[in-house]
């Protein structure tokens, strides 16, 4: 499995009163290792749009939080495929602080037609970088 990985900051906005990482902006931080991880392969998701009329959506998230960051952290997120289906990826993820795990996760993601917003293909020449 390719592991692709994105430095994070983690800014005021992303914590809590305590200035603890609010737990639903570890999503967000996925979210960001899976598009950079795109467009790090030479693929814009508002072109997949335009030119593929594909969209990705999150089919399913399961998330273990393990240790908490806090404001101005330097954090990385990771991303990597685990398993590609015809209209479906699996990916396992993470969010570290100087290589120490603090969140976890399997997102499964789903490939629909932008308009119809039934699942449609994922095109073959992304699929043969995904892997």
Request: hydrophobic share 45%; net charge neutral; charged share 25%.
């Amino acid at each position: 499995m390719k592991i692709f990985h994105w430095p994070i900051r983690v800014y005021y906005e992303d914590t809590d009163a305590g200035g603890v990482v609010f737990y639903a902006n570890y999503l967000k931080f996925f979210e960001r290792a899976r598009t950079e991880m795109l467009r790090d392969m030479g693929f814009e998701q508002d072109q997949l749009i335009t030119e593929q009329n594909i969209i990705f959506v999150v089919r399913s998230v399961q998330v273990d939080y393990l240790t908490p960051a806090r404001f101005n952290d330097a954090l990385e997120a990771t991303a990597g495929v685990t398993q590609a289906k015809k209209v479906s990826l699996n990916f396992e993820q993470a969010v570290t602080r100087n290589g120490e795990v603090l969140c976890k996760g399997n997102v499964r993601i789903a490939c629909l037609d932008a308009k119809t917003m039934k699942p449609k293909a994922i095109p073959s020449q992304l699929l043969e970088k995904l892997l």
